[in-house]
């Protein structure tokens, strides 16, 4: 089950809220934890006692380091995260171990490929901080299992984040009123979120399929594709993370924002700061400065990055094409922390945008591409090998449609800005009011019937 689906809009979410809404308040949890079973069940029930474990795992091990003294301490936290870790490398990474070594002449017959459960990187990460957090004593151990399972489990961003951190939502797992404001303001998010995943991302998927799938790519089918594709997570990940967070605020939870307009960013550290915010700050926090972040030598802290970086690449897919993306990136940190400690000139912010955002979509073009074969055809077309202009072949998917979308989602990237320059509605572009959200809404629900179902991108992280 999706959100932007008949049977989560008009099933799913209405009997949660009123069954929400009917029992005691000393009751609220379990029933969020109860539903949000039922949607994971939906999808693949069979993998349901896997989390179930790991947060019975993670919550037993909390406990243990709450109480534990001197080296028990250290001994409860490898405990408390070990396993969980253990459970991604089997489910996420084993397969591609597999296939690395069979490609390389390994003996290895009749391998059956694990499948992979939606959302097991999202859930185990949010075990792990909380295991760290308990040790570092920046949050208390949870006493209640239901409270513990409610915030692992909650449907809204079980599958695809953002990743809720226990602290975050720690106060109001134990105590919460219901406010029509608040749930007036959730029900905002998540019609914005599902007009964003509907009317844009979903409207450009044909094309960034069609774009990946062209033997011999021209320079125009890549930019295009790229743009395309640029665009297409972008709305598809942002509109998801503002459905969770309306759901979330629907019920009294409150999860972390996700995105601040990150292709509006001047240099690669901006970006970071702005794009998928619940990994980037999880990977600074739990990762990089627990390698040492900056405090050690310059050599060091570029090491540090070039690891949390190539980390951070492959927890989004079990594909080297994910690892190189990912040090990509780190490159581009690195590159940019020696810029500053050599004192060179800074950048213009135009430039730097410019240069930030062609950097960014060279990454995506690998981040997109199943695997190395696709990844050097798309960049040979870049190139010019296969001629400039549009080919025949991408232009069938290149409809009137697809690039109303797409010169739709480029307004909607620069909005905020131009808002601010040239006229005075920034708070309105930026927080459109609740009824532009209903008919937009309105709009994506009339749209949608006419469209298969179109599962989220990060579902498959």
Known sequence: ???????????????????????????????????????????????????????????????????????????????????????????????????SATTLGAPINDWSPIPLPIGLSFFVFGAISYSVDVFRKTVAAEPSLINYATYQSMFGHLVAGPIVRYQSVADRLKARSFDIDEFAEGLRRFMLGFAQKVLIADTLAPMVEAGYALPTPSSADVALTVVAYTLHLYFDFAGYSSMAIGLGLMVGLKFPENFDNPYLSSSLTEFWRRWHISLSSWLRDYLYISLGGNRAGRTRVYFNLMVTMGLGGLWHGASWTFLVWGIWHGLGLVAGRVWTAMRMPAIPVVIGHIATLAFVMIGWTLF?????????????????????????????????????????????????????????????????????????WLWSLWVMQGRTVIPFLYFQF
């Open 1 to 99: 089950m999706v959100f932007v689906s008949d049977s989560f809009v008009f099933v799913f979410l209405p009997v949660f809220l009123i069954c929400y809404a009917i029992v005691p308040a000393s009751l609220r949890n379990l029933t969020i934890l109860i539903f949000s079973l039922i949607f994971y069940g939906w999808w693949r029930f069979d993998f349901l006692p896997l989390l179930i474990v790991i947060a019975f795992w993670s919550w037993v091990t909390g406990r243990w380091i709450s109480i534990a003294s001197g080296r028990e301490r250290y001994l409860a936290l490898l405990a408390g995260i070990i396993p969980p870790i253990c459970s991604l490398v089997l489910f996420k990474y084993v397969n591609l171990l597999v296939d």
């Open 368 to 440: 997109r591409a199943q695997d190395w074969a696709t990844a050097v055809g798309m960049f040979r077309g870049l190139a010019g090998e296969n001629g400039l202009a549009m080919s025949s072949g991408f232009a069938v998917a290149a409809r009137p449609i697809e690039l109303l979308s797409l010169i739709a989602g480029i307004a909607l990237v620069y909005l905020p800005l131009l808002s601010r320059v040239v006229c005075s509605c920034a708070p309105i572009i930026e927080r459109p009011p609740f009824t532009i959200a209903l008919v937009l």
